[in-house]
């Protein structure tokens, strides 16, 4: 088992709680690592800003489109309506998406999926297949 001595720790919130010291005075190995992956994480580059405004347009889109559409396509659309955006920007609205299961991203491109008709959501509470 290796040790980070205590002389180089980082003070502050990562500091070793009591039962985290090693044998010799240092870190253990997992808690070592722990403090790695979390300044690394730290150091992880900032996902763009997107507007509220751009997340809307593009939700509007796709429930618009019907079918799936590439990030071209809506590159081209939000362009055309005066919300141009940059691809990392749109990649961030289109993860909102995802994240809320609002859309799905197959191989034929982005597709909308949520739905509030009724009888959709009374057939997902019962299990039934359509």
């Known amino acids: 088992m290796w040790a980070i001595p205590l002389a180089t720790q980082?003070?502050?919130?990562?500091?070793?709680?009591?039962?985290?010291?090693?044998?010799?005075?240092?870190?253990?190995?997992?808690?070592?690592?722990?403090l790695l992956r979390s300044m690394a994480a730290?150091?992880?580059?900032?996902?763009?800003?997107?507007?509220?405004?751009?997340?809307?347009?593009?939700m509007s889109l796709l429930q618009e489109a019907g079918d799936p559409v590439s990030r071209n396509w809506l590159l081209a659309r939000l362009k055309d309506s005066g919300h141009t955006t940059?691809?990392?920007?749109?990649n961030r609205a289109l993860d909102f998406c995802f994240e809320h299961a609002l859309a799905v991203e197959g191989s034929k491109g982005i597709q909308w999926t949520?739905?509030?008709?009724p009888s959709l959501l009374r057939s997902l509470a019962k299990g039934r297949r359509i």
């Open 10 to 34: 980082i003070s502050g919130p990562l500091d070793p709680v009591d039962g985290e010291l090693g044998e010799e005075g240092g870190i253990s190995s997992y808690h070592g690592g722990r």
């Open 42 to 58: 730290s150091r992880q580059a900032p996902r763009p800003d997107v507007t509220l405004g751009t997340t809307e347009v593009v």
């Open 86 to 90: 940059s691809r990392a920007r749109l």
């Open 114 to 117: 949520h739905t509030t008709s």
